[in-house]
């Protein structure tokens, strides 16, 4: 009886695979949606050298193609956090990925060692997407008196000061 249930509960694990194949779509569709928005957004530069095109214009569409070139980055790291997070949930609950393994070209930040390992890993790329968003908050931000400035400029110091530590973190973990 303990055997039967020891199996059943061992293969439970396998429910985790709702949650590996669904990141993996989510992944795929937001690098399909990432670079539709970049060819998209590429599509239209060629406005950007028009003669007819005023100097206030152009001003637009360079802060335009800026937002717009951030907003792609972000998907491209949300789609990168879900096929770490796919990957990972894979190789900690299924099975080791022996092609990756046996690769040369296989990156170690694919290759997930534990639950601390991952949240590491996924930590990482959140942050990146945090200070794109607020460099995307930044693009759009209008200083109406000193203060919005000041609080612009310490934000800037706590995304540094953040970096810095995961920074310094990172080295601790590598002793």
């Known amino acids: 009886m303990e055997k039967k249930f020891e199996k059943i509960l061992w293969s439970s694990r396998l429910v985790v695979l709702a949650a590996v194949v669904a990141s993996m779509a989510a992944a795929i569709a937001m690098f399909y949606m990432a670079s539709v928005d970049a060819v998209y957004m590429i599509s239209h530069l060629g406005d950007y050298a028009s003669p007819s095109l005023s100097a206030e214009q152009r001003i637009d569409l360079r802060s335009s193609t800026v937002t717009h070139v951030v907003e792609i980055v972000d998907g491209y790291l949300l789609a990168t956090v879900l096929l770490i997070f796919s990957l990972g949930l894979y190789e900690l609950f299924i099975s080791k990925i022996d092609y990756a393994e046996n690769s040369e070209s296989a990156s ?52 540094g000061l953040a970096l810095y530590l995961a920074h310094l973190s990172d080295k601790d973990g590598a002793h």
């Open 108 to 159: 170690n930040v694919l290759m997930i060692t534990s639950l601390d390992d991952l949240k590491s890993r996924l930590a990482k790329v959140v942050m990146m997407i945090l200070v794109v968003r607020y460099f995307e908050f930044a693009l759009s931000m209008e200083f109406s008196t000193p203060m919005d400035l000041l609080q612009f400029a310490g934000g800037i110091a706590l995304l």
